[in-house]
Every structure is written in structure tokens, then in C-alpha cells.
């Protein structure tokens, strides 16, 4: 099965990154709300004929990416002065006093053409102030990918000015009940283009992407047991990894994709083990007679965070894969759930639950620094981080009626991105696509 179709070609004209003196003298702008960049966003002009539609479609796309990293203070369009609908897009062309006029540091000017059914679109970067080219792409792709073009210049525009790529043109899989059943789903950051990737018209839970391949594992009632599965994303193949007697969940990749960290309950009480990829157990983890459940590996590989009851209210512990000693992370709550290690390894996200409703909370891998991230009413669940470890998303509501929700590592940002009408719940996070 082939969900993905087309081929997008991307051409480097000119990279010059955080090294450019411009940005990284003047400006410290790693984390979002601490100090934003006055940054201008043109239309994209026609090279030929105008498609009013690709530039609409591309600019909403960037400019969505780009207000939700936090880092930018975007210039009205309403401001802007001759220069941005003035063609051509080397540094000779143009007018930055215009730009300082408006206070912009930052400019994106950019150019489209289709022909012979391919789209080329043409996209530069500048830094006002020193009137510095900071990075150059041509893109060539059919006209259905022009939101993966913009999704790819958002990341493009995060490395050069942050030394860091951004997480936009990556997928989000989810549990969804739109059939009337629990199926897996994948869609953009965004929430545009759900695709359903299971029909196995039961309870399928907690999906996890493999860092090296793009396939997914989950738990699915399929056979009656809730058995791990593997599902290749692009070929559509799919296999049960592990179906031992009781349960077979939360299974997460290691981060070089050789291991499945899990729950099995094959001896009756629910311990973490250590599988290979073709299902075979290489490691107990756990021995206790609490439930042991819910593990995410660190990003070094060397430890797995994981809830457990073993002293009383579910609390969020770290074992030590090689000696198995295990340590307490979180002592307050009454539920402490679905721990997610950041990519950067410093900090846990996790749900607690306090008078009757989950949060979103985060705590330093030493069970420091605990911050609360979200409030109100609703349930806040499962969260997963960004492959760059700048946004979080999660699962938000009660009972039956549950949305997808992304947010700015801080909390701060939040919007709903699953669709109105369903009920979607577990989002997982992939690397680059």
C-alpha cells in the first residue's frame, strides 16, 4: 500500500547558518517567548502565469509553522511597502530600508512557477539588518506538495536563524474512532491529511514510531489478546511482534530502533521486558509485584522511565537497564502517568492527575524542577515530544470525547489539531518524513 506518493526535489542554493555573524551576534532566540525576532513573510510571486491558490496555500502553511514556534513577532502584511511585491530575490533586488522601516529583522521573499505539471518554488531568507542572504532553497514537487514545501522551509528557517532544525515536516499517529472503532491514524503536524492505516475493526492503542524505519508498533484486540504489532507504513505490511499470553503493551523503540521496551503480563503480573524486533525477549527488566507500565527509554539508551504502584499511588520510577537498580522520580499526586523522556534527555513530561483531572506536568531527569504545563478543565494525556523537543503534543477531554493537542515545550501555544467530530486520543511523534 502506497500512501505517500510524488517525489519533492530539493535544491540548496545558498545555506549560511547560526555561524552568520548578523543573528548570532545580535540575538539569542533558542527559546520561544523569551526573545522574538520581527520577521516579514511576502506572498510568493509568480514566475509566469499566476496559481493564486499555491501561494494562499503555501503562506497559511509557513506562516501557521512559524507563529507556533514562538520565535517569531510576524509583520503585518497590511504594513508592508513596495518592496514585497517587487520581483527578484537576490540581496541586489532588494530594498531593505523599506524592511528596517517596519522594524524587520528577518525576511522571507520567495517565487513560484508550474510547468509541465511540476511546481518550482524559490525561497530566500535574509537578515535585514546586515542585508545578508541567510539561506536559499529551490524546491521542484507536484502541486500536492506544496505544503510539504512549506513545512520543509519552516524547518529550514528554524536551522539557520536557531542552528536547529524545526519539527514541522514530520507525522503525528494517533488512535481515532471515526469508523466507530479504535484504529491507528496518521496525519500531518498540522492535522491536514488523515490517512487510517489499520482495519482491524477493534481497540488498537499507543502507537510508537521506529527511529530508523518508517514503520509503527501498537497494541491491537485484534486476535482478542491485546497482542504488539509492526506495521510498515509505506508498504502497508503488517505482523504481530509479541503476543505472549496476557498483555503486550506500551512498547517503545530504543532510540538506535534494535530493542521494544514493553509491559507483559505472561507471569502474571505486569513487568517490563526488553524484546528484540523479531519478538524474541532479550531482558527482564522489572520483578516486583507492583504494575509496571508505560516506559520510555532515554535518549543515551541507558535507562527507561516507567509508572509503577510498588509504593502505593502510580508513581513515575527509572530503572537502569544494565544494573536494574531503580529509582523514584515523581512523590507528589495521586496518578502520575505516560512518562515521554525528551529528545534533549534533560526532562520527563507526564500526566498527573489531581482533584479528578489530568495535567501535563514536566520534571528534570533528577526529579527537579517540576513545572505544571497545562490547566482547566478536561483530561490532558499522553504526552510525546518533538523529534527537537520544542513542542509537545497530547491528548485532551473526557470520556469518549478526546482531541489531539500540540503546545510549545512551556506550555505555552496550545491548539487543537485533530479533526472536529472524532474522537482521537494517544498521539505519537516521528522523526524527519
Not at 133 to 142: A, C, T, V
Not at 264 to 274: A, G, P, Q, W
Not at 340 to 353: H, L, N, Q
Amino acid at each position: 500500500m502506497n500512501y505517500f506518493k510524488g517525489t519533492l526535489i530539493v535544491l540548496l542554493l545558498c545555506a549560511l547558518f547560526f555561524a552568520t555573524p548578523g543573528f548570532a551576534a545580535r540575538i539569542e532566540i533558542s527559546s520561544p517567548g523569551e526573545q522574538t525576532i520581527p520577521l516579514a513573510l511576502t506572498q510568493l510571486l509568480p514566475i509566469g502565469a499566476p496559481q493564486p491558490g499555491i501561494a494562499a496555500e503555501f503562506n497559511e502553511v509557513l506562516q501557521n509553522d512559524l507563529e507556533l514556534s514562538g520565535l517569531f513577532d510576524m509583520v503585518a502584511p497590511e504594513a508592508f511597502l513596495s518592496d514585497a511585491t517587487r520581483p527578484g530575490l537576490t540581496r541586489n533586488n532588494i530594498d531593505f530600508g523599506q524592511w528596517r522601516m517596519l522594524g524587520t529583522e528577518a525576511l522571507i521573499k520567495g517565487a513560484y512557477q508550474l510547468s509541465g505539471g511540476k511546481v518550482t518554488i524559490e525561497l530566500r531568507l535574509f537578515d535585514v539588518v546586515t542585508q545578508r542572504l541567510l539561506s536559499g532553497r529551490r524546491y521542484i514537487g507536484q502541486p500536492s506538495d506544496v505544503r510539504k514545501i512549506a513545512h520543509t522551509f519552516a524547518d529550514q528557517v528554524l536551522l539557520s536563524l536557531t542552528n536547529e532544525s524545526g519539527p514541522f515536516d514530520t507525522k503525528i499517529a494517533y488512535i481515532s474512532n471515526r469508523t466507530g472503532h479504535k484504529e491507528l491514524y496518521l496525519m500531518d503536524v498540522d492535522g491536514f491529511g488523515p490517512v487510517r492505516l489499520t482495519d482491524h475493526r477493534s481497540i488498537v492503542l499507543n502507537p510508537d514510531f521506529s527511529p530508523i524505519r518508517k514503520e509503527l508498533i501498537f497494541t491491537s484486540y485484534r486476535q482478542g489478546n491485546p497482542d504488539l504489532y509492526r506495521k510498515e507504513i509505506y508498504t502497508g505490511r503488517e505482523s504481530r511482534l509479541s503476543l505472549q499470553p496476557g498483555l503486550n503493551i506500551g512498547g517503545r523503540y530504543s532510540p538506535d530502533g534494535r530493542e521494544i521496551a514493553l509491559t507483559l503480563s505472561k507471569d502474571k503480573n505486569s513487568e517490563l521486558y526488553l524484546i528484540g524486533t523479531d519478538g524474541t525477549i532479550h531482558k527482564r527488566l522489572t520483578n516486583h509485584y507492583g504494575i509496571d507500565v508505560d516506559p520510555t527509554w532515554s535518549p543515551d539508551g541507558n535507562r527507561i522511565a516507567f509508572v509503577s504502584d510498588r509504593r502505593g499511588n502510580p508513581n513515575i520510577f527509572i530503572v537502569d537497564i544494565d544494573s536494574l537498580d531503580v529509582t523514584r522520580l515523581t512523590f507528589a499526586g495521586k496518578y502520575n502517568a505516560t512518562p515521554a523522556w525528551s529528545p534533549k534527555g534533560d526532562r520527563i513530561a507526564f500526566a498527573r492527575m489531581d482533584d479528578g483531572v489530568f495535567n501535563i506536568f514536566t520534571i528534570g531527569q533528577d526529579g527537579t524542577d517540576e513545572r505544571q504545563l497545562t490547566f482547566g478543565a478536561g483530561n490532558k494525556e499522553h504526552p510525546r515530544w518533538s523529534p527537537d523537543g520544542r513542542f509537545i503534543v497530547y491528548s485532551r477531554g473526557s470520556g469518549g470525547d478526546k482531541s489531539i493537542w500540540l503546545m510549545r515545550a512551556d506550555g505555552t501555544g496550545a491548539r487543537r489539531i485533530s479533526a472536529a467530530g472524532e474522537s482521537a486520543s494517544h498521539p505519537a511523534w516521528s522523526g524527519h518524513w
